[in-house]
Structures are given as structure tokens and as C-alpha cells.
């Protein structure tokens, strides 16, 4: 009692801790009574920087060097600060993180997970959002209500689901789950855990945001504390201004060109330097959000003026004001070190456009004309897009009205399609408020539902055939092939809204608007001025219509799911069998993937987003995406109990039914892209034990361990080219699995001989547990 009134005591903390600012920050630390809730949808749940605090001085003392921004809110949400191993790169960290965000594609798995834990109510603040599933097709308001039409069973039970576990619903036509967090949900030095690979979005308010699987989602929503393998850190100093035609985007699109698609893996890439302040909070959002192209846990920016603001725009004034009391705590320590530094001048980075078919191809725009022509890219570019989760804030959307309104004054419209994306229901109503929406439809612009869209291959597309090789642009972040309109033959570009809207007005490639000009119907050639547009409405946002449903108070009369509530698109899950405690024998090799394996190529997107959460019929479209090194096809591999080519789910089931237990074989950074965890649960539920790839992604690396499968890597990756697709392989050494000691394949070939290759893995204890109960799941209710 008496501690507790000293330390209440303003003269206590004076006497103890002497003047200045410095005393003002540890003093607002101890004596802070004031609560402020994390959102206005959560009036009961307060931003804690108080135990952060706490824990960052705990592990500094341990450490006893300064620490990176990243590394302040990753271990200031340690669930042990005092006693957990904390190496970078090495151990592992069980965190506390402080809300969960899912989409409605995610989410259904997840929900379904977390109804199988048993659990009455998530543990944090969570919610679901509606993006994913409403499909381009004619314009916003008939594609959303199609989809309310097509969706209804899946929408129904998302709704039913979040008010029933004490989840907040996002509703069809809110928009973007990243766009509706970063407006509503990150602020600096939260812990947000997202069901989608682009999460880190929130990063551009000074927030660790990570994209994760559904079972790790699982977790937190269970109050379970979450692992994460303790990143690295990648520090980019910016220095110089952004100016003219360089935005934001092209900050990543250059950072992706040097790193390549995997070149972050393990680490958070944590911007910082004189720079930052040249970069609005959205723009600095954009840059996170696109780091999940290069394989980064995730990325951040240090708290500053320009989200101070942005919070104050969006009704989180309380919170900016606390963040200024704890700002020591969300900026870098001075003399901080990196695993690898980049320096980046924004004085003289150029527009750059990324692409075709892998984001980390990386040209300035003023070159790419030249290059598609030796490279025989189609310069004609068909469809323009701007928008998405990436880009598609108020700041966006103005700079291409800019655009858009000095090409109508000469009477040009856009030769190539043109399509607008707003990212949430705010940022619809404030543009059509402010005449964005207009001008961008006057010259030629068809506007979208507040949704992913054509981003994640929700576009119904129509101005070619499939196999037609064509060329679009976009202000998107993912460019893989067929992503967006499920035409292999598409060569996607990546690059800022404000270029894309200048080579739609153009209609080529072959357009540097730094340099080159327009011709007006006159005959009048012209030059564009560089993009111009307010970085945050002067008349505040308009918040449109309310689209959001509050969890009730007590959802104990909710009704309980069943499965007889479903009809074709959802389905209850049922336990993956447990490991029966002995090795591995005479697994078939399903496929041997050669080259690039992405988890759109392990579990499409596009059509198959319907069966999100029907387990058995999605595992129809299992792996139908790669590369089969046999015979070069997709799709098509040969049963060795059969001797017929079939598609590889196909030849899963055939194996399944038969008992026989197979694996796949891959390449290098397989399972890059997505967060998509049915990329694990579909091997999973048609009889896979094992994954060995050359090297993985991290997010799909951890999903295969969630639903207990073996994600294995070459110790010698050349050893890739002694497993055949006739082979049989039996794993060895699982009885003593153990963190850091390889396990041995036992390759046995068709003419009879034998060879035996290293394999390593990450497993740590807990995750070992979770490959001898079957899955991450099954250990959690064992635990119970």
C-alpha cells in the first residue's frame, strides 16, 4: 500500500527521477490513470504502454545495448520479458500480441478452427472484414450485391460466427481489411496479428502488424501466447525528399529489386533516417504493405508527425497524445544496429514499374518501354488499375484525379480500360465528396466495390481469352502469374496509381510522362505536370454508411454453430489424425515442383475463394498450379499405382484412398506470396506427411507445422536432383526429433539402388508437439 502511493505521488517520482522530458515520459509510465480504448469499437480495451515500458527497460537491461524500433514493440510484447532466450534469428519468442484481424476468405477457417477449440470467446479484441469474396464485373454497387447473392450462406455464418466468439463484423462494402485497420485499429506500438500477407500494412502507423495462417490466429483469439521465430532486422535509412513523380511506391518497388522475393525472410525491414518525414502515413503504409513481396515478417516506420495527424484525422486523437508521451518507445535507440542496412535518397529515386509475373523485377519507368521491346512484352496496355489494399488512400486518389483532370481539360480520356478501387467505405464517400470520383470516371474510369477485386483474381475479365497475351498495370503489389485475371498469358506490371494512370492515358508502355507527351484530339501535343493531391481531406473524412456490427454484450443466447446450418460452401472440421510414433515409410512423391511455387500456385485463389471454408471440395484445386518437372505441365502427374496422368488433387485422393502416405518435392522460397493456410491444410487433409523444398516461406513454412505436417529443407540443396518422381522415401529419426538435428530420407529409385540425404527443419518443442498430436490444434485441446 504504501509502494502504491509513492509511486502515485508526482513529488516521488520528481525526487527519484530528477526534470526534464526524460522524467515526464518515465513519470507518465507509473502515474498514467487516464484510459484511452484501442478503438471507438472498443471502449473496454485500452492501449497499454505501461507494460510495454515495462518490458522494453526489462529487456534492455538484459541486452544491455540499444535497441530498433521493431525490436522494442516485438519484445515489449513478450509474454516473459524476464526469462525468454532472445537471439535474432535463433530462438524463439512466445508474444502477447494485442488484437486479431481476419478476412472473410481467412476468417472462415479460422472461425471454424476456433469453434473446434471449444473456447466460449476470443481472449482480444478481433475482427472480420468482408473484402475478399465480391467480384469485378460491371461496377460497385450490382458486384456487391451479387455477392451478397452468391455469399450468403458464408457471409450468414461469418456474421453468426463473430457474434457469437465476441467478434467485431466488418459487412460487404466496408472495404479492405488493411485500409479499415489502418483507419480504425494500428496505431503505433500495437501488436496486430492478420489473417492475409499483406497485414503489415499497419506498419505505416508505427505498428508491428504480421500476416499469419488461421491457426496462429487461433491462438491469440485463445489467449494462448504466439510464436515467432525472433526476427532479424533490416534498417532502410531514407534520406533526401520525395518530389515530382516518385511516390511512396516506388520506395518499395526499389527496396523489392534489391532484396528479391526473399530476401526479408526472417527479418522486419524498419525504415528510418531524415527522409521519413518526406512520406505521408498512407505512403508510408503503402511501402509496409508491399514488404510481404519480399518474404519480411513484416515492416515498420518510427512514429512521427505525419501519423499523429492521420490518427487526429481519423478520430484517434486521445491515442496520438499518448503516443507523445511514449515516444522514446516508439523510435529507434540512437546507436541501434542492423543485421543489413540500405540507403535509399528520395531526392533521387525514380518512378519505377515492377514486373511482368514476379514483383521483385524491378525498372525505372523511364527504361521500360525499351526493355518490353527486347523482351517481347506487348507494349499495348489493355487494362490500367488503380487502387487496392496497397494503394488506394485519399492522397492516392487525388494525385491520379490530378492526373486524370488535366488530360479531360485537353479532351483525352484514357485509351487503355480503366478501372478505381476504393479501399474502404470512408474513402468512397470522401472522394465522391470531393469530385476524385468524377473526374476519374469522366476520363474513363469504372469504379469498383470497396473490395479486393481484381487484386486477388476477383475479376470477371472480358477484353481478351485466356492464353491472350496482353499487358496491364497496376497500383497493386502482387504480379504473379494469372493472379489477377486467371490468364497465364498476362503480363502484369506493379507501379504507383499516379503511372498507371498516366500509361492508361497514353496506352503503352512505351510513355515516360517525365519526359514524353500526350496528344489531345486536337492535335495538340502536351505534357502532364507532375501529380499533385492532399494528403488528408481539409473537411475531414466522410465516413459514409455504417457498415459495422458490434458483438453483443452476452452472446451466451447466440446460436450455436452446426453443421447442418451449411450447405455446399462450409464445412465443420473434423481432428487430423496423430503421428502413430514411428518413421516415415515408402512415401510416393506427388509432384516434384520445378521452379517458382507460390501458394497461389498450391491453392488458387480466384474461382476456388468460394469453398474457403468447405475443407474437401477446395482440396480440389491442390497444387493444380505448378510446375510438374516431369513433363513440364501443370496439373497433370503420373499415379504410380495406376500408371495414368492425372491432376495431381486427383492423385491425392486416389493415394489417400488407398493408404498410401506421399509428400512434394520443391524449389527454392516455395510457398512465398499469400498467408493462405489452406496452402497446409489441403496436403494435409489428402494424406501428405511431408513438404522438402530447397528453402520456404515463412508464413508457409509455419502453416505446414500449425496442421502437422514436416516442412523439411535440403542440407545440401543440389540433393534436389536425386529424388525422382517414381521414387519412394521413408524419413528417419522421428523418434528423436528434436530442435537443430536433422533427419535423414532413405531415397530408394525404381532400378533398385538407394540414397540417403540430410534434411534439416526449424521445429522447436512446442512445434514438435504439435507434429505428435497431429496439429497445432489437436495440442491445444489436449492442453485444455
Same mark, same amino acid.
Given at each position: 500500500?504504501?509502494?502504491?502511493?509513492?509511486? !502515485?505521488?508526482?513529488?516521488?517520482? *520528481?525526487?527519484?527521477?530528477?526534470?526534464?522530458?526524460?522524467?515526464?515520459?518515465?513519470? /507518465?509510465?507509473?502515474?498514467?490513470?487516464?484510459?484511452?480504448?484501442?478503438?471507438?469499437? =472498443?471502449? #473496454?480495451?485500452?492501449?497499454n504502454y505501461e507494460k510495454m515500458h515495462e518490458n522494453i527497460n526489462i529487456v534492455r537491461k538484459r541486452l544491455n545495448r540499444p535497441l530498433t524500433l521493431s525490436e522494442k514493440i516485438v519484445y515489449g510484447h513478450l509474454d516473459n520479458p524476464a526469462g525468454q532466450e532472445i537471439e535474432r534469428g535463433r530462438t524463439y519468442l512466445r508474444l502477447r500480441p494485442d488484437r486479431v484481424a481476419m478476412q472473410d476468405a481467412t476468417a472462415q477457417m479460422a472461425m471454424l478452427q476456433f469453434i473446434s477449440s471449444g473456447l466460449p470467446k476470443v481472449a482480444v479484441p478481433s475482427t472480420i472484414h468482408c473484402d475478399h469474396l465480391i467480384e469485378a464485373q460491371i461496377g460497385a454497387a450490382q458486384d456487391l450485391q451479387r455477392a451478397k447473392d452468391v455469399n450468403q450462406e458464408v457471409y450468414n455464418f461469418l456474421a453468426t460466427a463473430a457474434a457469437k466468439y465476441g467478434v467485431g463484423f466488418w459487412k460487404p462494402?466496408?472495404?479492405?481489411?488493411?485500409?479499415?485497420?489502418?483507419?480504425? *485499429? /494500428?496505431?503505433?506500438?500495437?501488436?496486430?496479428?492478420?489473417t492475409?500477407?499483406?497485414?503489415?500494412?499497419?506498419?505505416?502507423?508505427?505498428?508491428?502488424?504480421?500476416?499469419?495462417?488461421?491457426?496462429?490466429?487461433? !491462438?491469440?483469439?485463445a489467449g494462448i501466447p504466439w510464436e515467432l521465430k525472433c526476427p532479424k532486422v533490416i534498417g532502410v535509412r531514407l534520406t533526401g525528399t520525395l518530389s515530382g513523380w516518385t511516390s511512396p511506391k516506388d520506395v518499395i518497388l526499389k527496396v523489392a529489386g534489391i532484396l528479391t522475393v526473399k530476401g526479408g525472410t526472417g527479418a522486419i525491414v524498419e525504415y528510418h533516417g531524415p527522409g521519413v518525414d518526406s512520406v505521408s502515413c498512407t505512403g508510408m503504409a503503402t511501402i509496409c504493405n508491399?514488404?510481404?513481396?519480399?518474404?519480411?515478417?513484416?515492416?515498420?516506420? +518510427? %512514429?512521427?508527425?505525419?501519423?499523429?495527424?492521420?490518427?487526429?484525422?481519423?478520430?484517434?486523437g486521445e491515442i496520438a497524445a499518448l503516443a507523445d508521451q511514449f515516444k522514446d518507445d516508439l523510435v529507434p535507440d540512437k546507436g541501434c544496429e542492423y543485421d543489413q542496412l540500405i540507403e535509399i535518397n528520395l531526392s533521387e529515386l525514380k518512378p519505377h514499374i515492377n514486373g511482368p509475373f514476379t514483383p521483385d523485377l524491378a525498372h525505372p519507368v523511364s527504361d521500360i518501354g525499351a526493355i518490353a521491346k527486347k523482351s517481347g512484352w506487348p507494349l499495348e496496355v489493355k487494362v490500367g488499375l488503380i487502387g487496392s489494399c496497397t494503394n488506394s488512400s485519399y492522397e492516392d486518389m487525388g494525385r491520379a484525379a490530378s492526373l486524370a483532370k488535366q488530360a479531360l481539360d485537353k479532351g483525352l480520356k484514357c485509351k487503355a480500360q480503366f478501372t478505381v478501387t476504393p479501399g474502404s467505405e470512408q474513402i468512397r464517400a470522401t472522394i465522391e465528396r470531393d469530385g476524385y470520383t468524377k473526374i476519374l470516371s469522366d476520363v474513363g474510369g469504372v469504379v469498383l466495390a470497396n473490395a479486393c477485386g481484381p487484386c486477388i483474381g476477383q475479376w470477371d475479365r472480358k477484353d481478351?481469352?485466356?492464353?491472350?497475351?496482353?499487358?496491364?498495370?497496376?497500383?497493386y503489389n502482387r504480379n504473379f502469374t494469372a493472379r489477377n485475371d486467371a490468364n497465364p498469358a498476362? @503480363?502484369?506490371?506493379?507501379?504507383?496509381?499516379?503511372?498507371?494512370?498516366?500509361?492508361?492515358? /497514353?496506352?503503352?508502355?512505351?510513355?515516360?510522362?517525365?519526359?514524353?507527351?500526350?496528344?489531345?484530339?486536337?492535335?495538340?501535343?502536351?505534357?502532364?505536370?507532375?501529380?499533385?493531391?492532399?494528403?488528408?481531406?481539409?473537411?475531414?473524412?466522410?465516413?459514409?454508411?455504417?457498415?459495422?456490427? &458490434?458483438?453483443?454484450?452476452?452472446?451466451?443466447?447466440? @446460436?450455436?454453430?452446426?453443421?447442418?446450418?451449411? %450447405?455446399?460452401?462450409?464445412?465443420?472440421? =473434423?481432428?487430423?489424425?496423430?503421428?502413430?510414433?514411428? !518413421?516415415?515409410?515408402?512415401?510416393r512423391v506427388l509432384i516434384k515442383v520445378k521452379g517458382k511455387c507460390t501458394t497461389d500456385h498450391i491453392s488458387a485463389a480466384g474461382p476456388w475463394l468460394k469453398f474457403r471454408g468447405h475443407l474437401d471440395n477446395i482440396s480440389n484445386n491442390l497444387l493444380i498450379g505448378a510446375v510438374n518437372i516431369e513433363n513440364d505441365a501443370v496439373n497433370k502427374?503420373?499415379?504410380?499405382?495406376? #500408371?495414368?496422368?492425372?491432376?495431381?488433387?486427383?492423385?491425392?485422393?486416389?493415394?489417400?484412398?488407398?493408404?498410401?502416405?506421399?509428400?512434394?518435392?520443391?524449389?527454392?522460397?516455395?510457398?512465398?506470396?499469400?498467408?493462405?493456410?489452406? /496452402?497446409?491444410?489441403?496436403?494435409?487433409?489428402?494424406?501428405?506427411?511431408?513438404?522438402?523444398?530447397?528453402?520456404?516461406?515463412?508464413? &508457409?513454412?509455419?502453416?505446414?507445422?500449425?496442421?502437422?505436417?514436416? +516442412?523439411?529443407?535440403?542440407?545440401?540443396?543440389?540433393? *534436389?536432383?536425386?529424388? @525422382? +518422381?517414381?521414387?519412394?522415401?521413408?524419413?528417419?529419426?522421428?523418434?528423436?526429433?528434436?530442435?537443430?538435428?536433422?533427419?535423414?530420407?532413405?531415397?530408394?529409385?525404381?532400378?533398385?539402388?538407394?540414397?540417403?540425404?540430410?534434411?534439416?527443419?526449424?521445429?522447436?518443442?512446442?512445434?514438435?508437439?504439435?507434429?505428435?498430436?497431429?496439429?497445432?490444434?489437436?495440442?491445444?485441446?489436449?492442453?485444455?
Open positions: 500500500m504504501i509502494c502504491e502511493q509513492l509511486f !502515485d505521488c508526482s513529488w516521488f517520482i *520528481y525526487v527519484a527521477l530528477g526534470t526534464g522530458a526524460r522524467r515526464f515520459h518515465v513519470s /507518465a509510465a507509473f502515474s498514467a490513470k487516464a484510459k484511452v480504448a484501442m478503438s471507438r469499437f =472498443e471502449p #473496454g480495451s485500452s492501449v462494402g466496408s472495404g479492405i481489411i488493411h485500409q479499415i485497420v489502418l483507419e480504425n *485499429y /494500428a496505431y503505433p506500438g500495437v501488436m496486430l496479428i492478420g492475409d500477407s499483406h497485414t503489415p500494412n499497419g506498419g505505416g502507423l508505427g505498428s508491428i502488424s504480421i500476416g499469419v495462417g488461421g491457426a496462429d490466429a487461433v !491462438d491469440v483469439m508491399m514488404g510481404a513481396e519480399i518474404g519480411a515478417t513484416t515492416s515498420l516506420f +518510427p %512514429y512521427n508527425h505525419r501519423m499523429k495527424t492521420y490518427m487526429e484525422k481519423t478520430g484517434r481478351v481469352k485466356k492464353g491472350e497475351k496482353n499487358t496491364i498495370v497496376t497500383s498476362t @503480363h502484369a506490371f506493379v507501379t504507383s496509381p499516379e503511372i498507371v494512370t498516366a500509361l492508361a492515358l /497514353a496506352g503503352t508502355l512505351n510513355f515516360n510522362p517525365e519526359t514524353d507527351y500526350l496528344t489531345a484530339p486536337s492535335g495538340e501535343k502536351f505534357k502532364l505536370e507532375p501529380p499533385t493531391g492532399d494528403e488528408l481531406p481539409s473537411r475531414d473524412f466522410d465516413p459514409g454508411q455504417d457498415t459495422y456490427q &458490434h458483438p453483443p454484450t452476452d452472446s451466451s443466447s447466440q @446460436h450455436n454453430i452446426k453443421e447442418t446450418d451449411f %450447405y455446399n460452401r462450409l464445412q465443420l472440421l =473434423e481432428p487430423f489424425d496423430k503421428w502413430h510414433g514411428k !518413421d516415415l515409410e515408402d512415401l502427374v503420373k499415379n504410380q499405382l495406376t #500408371g495414368e496422368y492425372e491432376g495431381v488433387p486427383d492423385v491425392a485422393r486416389h493415394y489417400k484412398a488407398n493408404g498410401v502416405n506421399w509428400l512434394v518435392v520443391g524449389d527454392e522460397n516455395y510457398g512465398e506470396g499469400s498467408s493462405r493456410e489452406h /496452402a497446409a491444410l489441403e496436403p494435409r487433409h489428402l494424406g501428405g506427411r511431408a513438404i522438402i523444398v530447397k528453402s520456404f516461406a515463412r508464413i &508457409h513454412e509455419t502453416n505446414l507445422k500449425k496442421q502437422g505436417l514436416l +516442412p523439411l529443407t535440403f542440407a545440401d540443396p543440389s540433393d *534436389y536432383d536425386k529424388i @525422382h +518422381p517414381d521414387d519412394k522415401i521413408s524419413i528417419t529419426g522421428l523418434k528423436s526429433l528434436s530442435p537443430g538435428k536433422p533427419l535423414t530420407a532413405v531415397i530408394k529409385h525404381s532400378d533398385g539402388s538407394q540414397d540417403r540425404i540430410s534434411l534439416n527443419h526449424t521445429f522447436n518443442e512446442t512445434q514438435i508437439e504439435w507434429f505428435q498430436a497431429g496439429s497445432a490444434l489437436n495440442r491445444m485441446k489436449e492442453l485444455q
